[in-house]
């Protein structure tokens, strides 16, 4: 079973995506999730597309409400979390207390 609130995605009937099972439930249904880092390849292109056509900068970082980082990037907190530390560590953003840059 896949759940709402951890799909970022619209998915169509029959379609095939990579995934783990989480849980399997007493009643027989089966939990699913994507893997952590498959989440965090998309969200880290948009995050540099939106910082190119915002000058460089975002007011969004790891402490942005959930509900600010969905309504931009349409993904998690927790993905977004995970695809500006991808971006961090190859040094293409700075983080601070007020957003990111684009370095």
Do not use: C, H
Not at 3 to 17: H, M, T
Not at 40 to 68: F, H, R, W
């Amino acid at each position: 079973m896949l759940y709402q609130n951890e799909l970022f995605q619209p998915l169509k009937r029959g379609q095939k995506l990579d995934g783990y099972i989480k849980q399997i439930r007493e009643d027989g249904k089966i939990d699913l999730n994507q893997p952590g880092y498959g989440k965090v390849v998309s969200p880290t292109d948009d995050i540099l597309n939106k910082l190119k056509a915002n000058n460089g900068t975002l007011m969004l970082s790891d402490k942005s409400p959930p509900e600010a980082i969905y309504a931009t990037f349409g993904v998690s907190k927790k993905v977004f979390k995970q695809a500006i530390g991808a971006l961090y560590k190859k040094q293409l953003i700075s983080i601070d207390k007020n957003g990111i840059t684009l370095v």
